[in-house]
């Protein structure tokens, strides 16, 4: 819960929209105005502030009688994946993948001796936990480069269909959380193009974003690496993923990012940890009226409980800050608390 | 005009559909079936097997009972820029925008004895002309970069409402071919995405093309540089251009920009010159329906005539040579004859 979340803002917008209305004018009374209902949009939400503030912002960006009214066509909303729109502990989804190492091993026995594959190999849960991102990128280098995309494809597809959360023994496509879901589809209704801006593999979640979150491969962003286009023996044209970083899409690379691929800065943006800050910021300093939304994994019966912010567990995977709750409070971003604000966390859940 | 032209391939794909119309069947004659009518549509655009393939491809592509049929959210079309969509001649648009160079080297004197800014600063255009791509890069890294994205944006369309083509004097966005306008058009009202897959620079590109082309700066893919985020002395957050170079969208960097971009292969694409090929190409190569066309510049009247291909003048500017000519006929590409596919070329004209 939000305590002081900056509704008033928002209450304002609407206030100086119905003023224009003069049958209306000298009735209003400021603090007894009650916020519109959200009728049965976003079930899966309890009534809050967080509920609210998205109800708001759509409403006072498609009223064509508001001063923040945004036209349909640049309407653009983007969403970080790991820790907002799915589950990202124990660890980020795309690192399980590293599953691939023992194969790939097989195959380049050079590796077997060599950090970080030999912790990797050694199966040692503790020893993987305390890899670095540097580490990561190695294993990433070596298990997703040097194939062709669509052999790329055909593998993270086949990844994805077999491999299980170890907590809730289901795909990971189905750790989606269901009050995010409802966000997208009750954003892109009105006409906002929902992206993905993700510092996992941008290959990896185009695989499955359509699917999963109704997003297109193009309106995917995400840590990038290049290709290399070349010809088959038959002369038939494919292109290689390459061990090159082109795009790091995680803290300031997010809005580079955002540049990059969508060059516009968006209407509205949901994060969950320190890697979204840039991000939320860059959207926050637009004109107009802006979404900056945080969720804050604070229930550690339905899904985990991380921080450190708030005194919640700290954690090296989706660190939320004290500091990045603080600038939160201080610019009028609105944390969701996943304990309060969500009725249901799972499509699965009764 | 283009006498060898596919059109058989769009034929069969036609009877093949029309061959599941029981009452039809027996009543086929492949060589008496006439092309369907155009109607009204593509009104630039003279009868001809150009005018005809893409009204073929869009139906095809678009009728539920086609065997080519593709679902609307799978729809992707891409079209060069200099020299498919406006007029790359004498010099591309883009590289006129050195006219910034003088003010550059105002600010920066010690550009005044280094080359390439020495000879620009010269005026001489024989000797401006012979300038290679890595000058342009230089130029382009010295004149358009170390600026916010806004500054960049302001600057750019500052330039845009001011400098004039010196053959028509008319600003450069007037110099849009309309045939090109009503083919965007006709595949957009069919569901379309319209991207630009330019070696023009994106960002530069991308302030005017939803005015211009009716595009969004989300679906212009150029050649793009990096920025970087930071914060003014106010603490509010900006992009800066930087003068490093992420993807150099030409030749086989268009598939590489449309995997990273677009992330799924285009049905359709337009280009115009060799920096075109790998694009068509790998257009060619899916599955189903796919159009790939080449603009060739015949028309020295009203506009100009370049190849080398087909005993046309050569040029240093969208070049077009026979080996890409020889292509296109093998591979069923459809050739445009600026001369005789088109009514009209620009909306100017009556």
Request: proline share 7%.
């Amino acid at each position: 819960m939000n305590p002081a979340h900056p509704l008033g803002v928002t209450r304002r917008v609407l206030l100086s929209s119905l003023a224009t209305l003069p049958v209306l004018t000298g009735a209003l009374d400021p603090t007894s105005v009650p916020a519109q209902s959200t009728g049965g949009l976003l079930p899966s939400w309890n009534d809050g502030p967080a509920k609210q503030a998205i109800f708001d912002f759509v409403r006072t960006t498609t009223d064509r009688s508001s001063a923040s009214y945004v036209l349909p066509e640049d309407r653009i909303a983007v969403f970080d994946q790991d820790g907002t729109l799915w589950v990202e502990h124990p660890v980020y989804t795309q690192v399980v993948y590293w599953e691939r190492v023992p194969a790939v091993a097989a195959k380049k026995p050079e590796l077997r001796n060599a950090e970080p594959f030999k912790t990797v190999l050694s199966g040692n849960r503790e020893a993987i936990a305390k890899l670095s991102m540097r580490d990561l990128e190695k294993i990433l280098a070596a298990t997703l480069t040097g194939m062709s995309v669509e052999e790329f494809n055909a593998e993270a597809k086949r990844w994805l269909e077999t491999a299980k959360h170890p907590r809730w023994n289901r795909p990971y496509t189905e750790l989606v959380y269901q009050p995010m879901l409802e966000a997208l589809r009750h954003l892109r209704e009105n006409a906002y193009k929902t992206y993905i801006v993700t510092g996992g593999g941008q290959d990896f979640v185009r695989v499955y974003a359509e699917k999963v979150y109704g997003i297109p491969p193009e309106q995917v962003v995400g840590t990038a690496g290049g290709t290399k286009y070349g010809y088959d023996k038959d002369g038939k044209p494919f292109l290689t993923k390459e061990p090159k970083l082109i795009l790091n899409d995680n803290n300031a690379g997010k809005p580079e990012g955002i540049h990059l691929m969508i060059g516009r800065r968006p209407n509205a943006a949901f994060g969950n940890s320190t890697g979204d800050r840039e991000m939320l910021e860059w959207t926050g300093v637009g004109a107009g009226a802006r979404l900056k939304m945080l969720v804050l994994h604070d229930d550690a019966t339905r899904e985990y409980a991380y921080g450190p912010a708030q005194g919640l567990p700290d954690s090296r995977v989706g660190t939320f800050t004290q500091a990045l709750y603080d600038e939160a409070k201080k610019d009028g971003w609105t944390v969701i608390s996943m304990k309060n604000d969500w009725k249901r966390i799972f499509a699965f859940e009764q």
